[in-house]
C-alpha cells in the first residue's frame, strides 16, 4: 500500500496520465453519491411549538394548557431521521421536572438544580440508531413552569429536523404534545407505537389537525386567514388562490361543479376557463384530453359574508377526486391555499404553481398553507449535502464548475447551477421561514450571515457560475456577500478580519480573499481588490513563521500570541488564495510586488516539506502526522497556477506539482473516484497533538474533494501551456 488503499485499487492504477479522466471520475461519483433531490415540502402547525433564533424548540406547555393544575403530567413527542447509527449533540434547559426518552431508554432526568435554573443548558450526547428515532419527554406542572428547550447544540451546523410521530400524521414537521394526565403512562420501554395509529395511544394528541364544527361551515379562505376587521367586519378587497390538480384517465366531458362566496376564476392548465363575478353555483366544463394532469387555479375574492369557494370534478359522468398538486408530507388534503393578496395585484397563473419562491404580497411575502387549523407547507432541506450552503461546498462546487469546463460537459455545469439555485431562490424564503416560524429549515448558514464562514467560499462558487452563464438571479445574493464581507466582519484596528472570539484563522483569508477578487473583476470596484491584497500582508504580520516560510494556524488575541502549530490545511488556504488574488491583481497595484515575494517566500517553505511521496503532512513540520489529501491539493494548485503565470520558476516547481499530483492519484484518489485522506472539519489549539491524533482524516470528505479537482485543472493547465 502506498496510501488509503491498496495500489491496485488507486485512480494512478486505471488512469495512470489522464488528468481529465481522474476528475471526471471523482466528479461522477460525488454526483452520483449526492442526487440533485428538491426540498421536501410538510405540513407544519404554527400551532405547535416555535424554534429560537438558535434552532432549539422552545417546549413550554404552560401556553397549550394554561388550566393545568400542579402536579399534573404532559408529553411531547417527535421522530428524528439518522443516516446512520451515530451520536448527537444537543442541550436542554428545563422549567419543571422532565424526563428525555429516546427509542424507549431514559437518556435525561432533570436535577433540581437545573429545574430552578431555567436558563442553564445541560449538554446531551444523545446516541441515535440508523433510521427513525422517537424521542418523548414527560414533564410536570410546578409554581414556577411546564416546559423545556431542546434541541441541536449547534443548529446553524447541525440542524434537527423533528418529524411528528404516528401513522396519521407521517411526514408532519414538529412536535406533538398530548394531553394533560394526573398519572405517568409512559414508563421506560412502553411509550406509545410512533408508527401505531395516534387514536390507539391511549391519550389525545396536538395540535389538532381538523377544524372544529364551527370553523367547518365558513368558506375556506375564512378559516385560513379569518375576516379582515374581526367576524364582524368585511374582507376589504381581498383575493386568494388554490391549487390542486386533476387526473384525466380517459378524454371527455370535465366539470368542475360547486358554489363560491364572491368573485371567482378558473384557470386548467393556465388557460382561462372561467369567470364570475357574483357569489352562487358554480359550474365548468371544458373538453380535456386523456392521460394527462390538469393543474386547476381558483382565485377566489372575498365577498360579502363569506370568503371561499367549494368544488368537485366529475370526468364523462364520474366523480373524480383532485390531489395535491406537489407532494406534501403530513396532510391528507389535495388543495393548496396562498394569499391573502389585494385584489388589484396582478398574478400570473403560471407564477403561481412554482413552491420554490416566496410570493410577494405586498408585505412580509406568503407562502402555501393548507385548510387545516394554522397549517402551513414548509420546505425542508434533507439531503445530505444537495442544496446546503457552507463554506466547504462552495470549494465542492468550485471544483465541479472547474472540471465542467475542462471536460466539456454541461451536465456537470448544470448539476452546480441546480445546487447553487436552489439556495438562491430559497432565500428571500428562508428569511421569511426563520420570522415566519422562528428559525429557519434550510440555508443555515446564510440566513445567520454573521462569519466569513458562511459566505466567502459560497460566494466564490456564484461567482464562477454566474461566468458561465450570466444568470442575472444570483447577482442579489452575490452582492449582500459583498456587502458583508468588506462592511461588516468585524476587523481589528488595523482592518485585518478575525472572529467573534477574539482570534485570526489562517482559514479566513480563503473564506474572504477570492470572493473579494472576483468581486473586483464582476464590478471593476478597486477598494475589494484593495481588501483582499491588505488582509495577506496584515495576516501575515501575525502568522507567519519567518524561519520556516510557513504560517500559524491561529492567533489569539486573548493571549496576544500565534498558535505555532502549521496546519497542513489552514496553509493550503493561504496559498491558493493568494494565487487566486494575484491571478486578480492590477500589474499596477502597489501591493502587487509585496504579494509575489510573499507567494514566493511561502512556496519555498513548502517546497521544503514536501514528502518523498509527494504529499505534505497534516502537520507540515511531523513527518509521523498523517499525509493530508487538501493541503497537498492546495499547494499542488498554487504552485501549477504560479508556475503557469511566471510567478514560480518551472525548476523545481513544475516537478513539485507534477510530483504532487502524482502522489494524489497514487495514495488519495482510489479507482471509484472515493477521495480519502482528507482532515476533517477543524477547531483550533496551541499544541500540535489535537492535529496529529485528534483531528483525522474521512474519507470523500467536501474539504478535499473539490480542491482535488481543482488542482487537477491547474496542472492539466500548467501542462498545456
Not at 413550554?60 to 411531547?76: E, I, M, R, T, V
Not at 396562498?338 to 413552491?355: C, E, Y
Not at 492546495?634 to 502522489?663: C, H, I
Request: glycine share 10%; aromatic share 14%.
Amino acid at each position: 500500500m502506498t496510501g488509503y488503499f491498496q495500489n491496485e485499487e488507486s485512480i494512478a492504477y486505471k488512469h495512470p496520465s489522464r488528468i481529465d479522466e481522474v476528475i471526471e471520475t471523482i466528479a461522477n461519483r460525488y454526483i452520483a453519491d449526492n442526487p440533485a433531490y428538491p426540498f421536501q415540502l410538510r405540513a407544519y402547525s404554527e400551532n405547535g411549538f416555535r424554534q429560537l433564533k438558535d434552532g432549539r424548540y422552545d417546549l413550554d406547555l404552560s401556553a397549550k394548557h394554561p388550566h393545568a393544575k400542579l402536579g399534573q403530567n404532559g408529553y411531547l413527542y417527535a421522530m428524528l431521521w439518522s443516516d446512520a447509527e451515530e451520536g448527537v449533540q444537543t442541550t436542554i434547559s428545563v422549567k419543571s421536572p422532565t424526563f428525555l426518552y429516546v427509542n424507549g431508554k431514559l437518556i435525561y432526568r432533570s436535577a433540581i438544580h437545573e429545574e430552578r435554573h431555567s436558563g442553564a443548558r445541560t449538554s446531551l450526547s444523545i446516541p441515535l440508531n440508523k433510521g427513525w428515532n422517537a424521542f418523548l419527554i414527560q414533564l410536570q406542572k410546578t409554581p414556577t413552569g411546564f416546559g423545556c428547550v431542546f434541541g441541536s447544540a449547534s443548529s446553524k451546523w447541525v440542524p434537527l429536523h423533528f418529524m411528528a410521530p404516528f401513522a396519521e400524521r407521517v411526514g408532519q414537521g414538529g412536535w406533538i404534545y398530548s394531553a394533560l394526565t394526573d398519572e405517568a403512562l409512559f414508563p421506560e420501554v412502553h411509550e406509545p407505537e410512533h408508527h401505531g395509529s395516534e387514536e390507539s395511544s391511549g391519550i389525545r394528541w396536538y395540535p389538532e389537525r381538523f377544524w372544529d364544527e364551527r370553523e367547518q361551515s365558513r368558506g375556506v379562505c375564512t378559516r385560513i386567514w379569518g375576516r379582515d376587521g374581526g367576524d364582524s367586519g368585511s374582507f376589504n378587497g381581498m383575493k386568494a388562490y388554490g391549487w390542486t390538480k386533476l387526473q384525466v384517465r380517459e378524454a371527455g366531458t370535465a366539470v368542475l361543479r360547486g358554489r363560491t362566496s364572491g368573485p371567482i376564476q378558473v384557470w386548467v392548465n393556465q388557460t382561462l376557463v372561467h369567470r364570475q363575478d357574483e357569489p352562487g353555483d358554480v359550474h365548468i366544463e371544458w373538453r380535456a384530453a386523456g392521460g394527462r394532469c390538469c393543474d386547476i387555479i381558483v382565485e377566489s375574492h372575498a365577498g360579502r359574508e363569506d370568503w371561499g369557494f367549494v368544488l368537485e370534478a366529475e370526468i364523462n359522468g364520474r366523480a373524480e377526486a383532485f390531489s395535491m398538486p406537489h407532494p406534501v408530507g403530513g396532510t391528507e388534503e389535495s388543495w393548496l391555499y396562498l394569499g391573502p393578496f389585494k385584489a388589484a395585484q396582478a398574478m400570473s397563473p403560471a407564477d403561481l404553481t412554482d413552491v420554490n419562491k416566496l410570493f410577494d404580497n405586498g408585505g412580509s411575502g406568503v407562502y402555501w398553507q393548507l385548510d387545516s387549523p394554522g397549517y402551513w407547507v414548509r420546505p425542508y432541506l434533507e439531503n445530505r449535502l444537495f442544496g446546503r450552503w457552507n463554506y466547504h461546498l462552495g470549494v465542492t462546487l468550485n471544483g465541479l464548475l472547474r472540471a465542467s469546463r475542462l471536460l466539456r460537459r454541461t451536465d456537470i455545469k448544470q448539476y452546480a447551477a441546480k445546487h447553487i439555485g436552489a439556495c438562491a431562490r430559497m432565500y428571500e424564503y428562508s428569511l421569511f421561514d426563520r420570522d415566519q416560524h422562528g428559525y429557519q429549515a434550510l440555508n443555515q448558514q446564510l440566513v445567520e450571515l454573521d462569519s466569513l464562514d458562511d459566505c466567502g467560499s459560497f460566494g466564490a462558487a456564484m461567482l464562477e457560475l454566474y461566468w458561465d452563464t450570466q444568470d442575472a438571479s444570483l447577482l442579489p445574493l452575490i452582492d449582500i456577500i459583498a456587502d458583508y464581507i468588506h462592511n461588516g466582519q468585524i476587523r481589528r484596528e488595523d482592518g485585518a478580519f478575525y472572529r467573534g472570539d477574539d482570534t485570526m484563522w489562517a482559514d479566513d483569508l480563503y473564506m474572504s480573499t477570492p470572493f473579494l477578487a472576483g468581486y473586483y473583476k464582476l464590478t471593476g470596484e478597486q477598494a475589494y481588490i484593495d481588501d483582499a491584497a491588505k488582509q495577506f500582508l496584515l495576516f501575515k504580520k501575525y502568522l507567519y513563521m519567518p524561519e520556516l516560510k510557513i504560517m500559524s494556524h491561529v492567533y489569539d488575541f486573548k493571549y496576544d500570541t500565534p498558535t505555532y502549530v502549521p496546519w497542513g490545511r489552514g496553509n493550503g488556504w493561504v496559498l491558493f488564495s493568494l494565487s487566486d488574488v494575484l491571478e486578480a491583481l492590477p500589474a499596477a497595484h502597489p501591493d502587487r510586488e509585496a504579494l509575489l515575494a510573499f507567494f514566493s517566500e511561502l512556496c519555498a517553505g513548502y517546497l521544503s516539506l514536501q514528502s518523498h511521496s509527494g504529499l505534505w503532512h497534516q502537520v507540515l513540520t511531523d513527518a509521523e502526522s498523517y499525509e493530508e489529501t487538501s493541503c497537498t491539493a492546495m499547494f499542488t494548485y498554487a504552485f501549477a497556477k504560479g508556475v503557469r503565470n511566471g510567478w514560480l520558476e518551472p525548476e523545481p516547481y513544475m516537478d513539485a506539482a507534477s510530483k504532487g499530483w502524482q502522489g494524489l492519484m497514487r495514495a488519495s484518489v482510489d479507482h471509484l473516484g472515493n477521495v480519502h485522506g482528507v482532515c476533517r472539519g477543524s477547531n483550533f489549539s496551541f499544541t500540535e497533538q489535537y492535529y496529529k491524533h485528534d483531528l483525522l482524516w474521512v474519507k470523500n470528505d467536501t474539504h478535499g474533494t473539490g480542491i482535488v479537482m481543482l488542482a487537477g485543472d491547474e496542472v492539466s493547465k500548467m501542462m498545456a501551456q
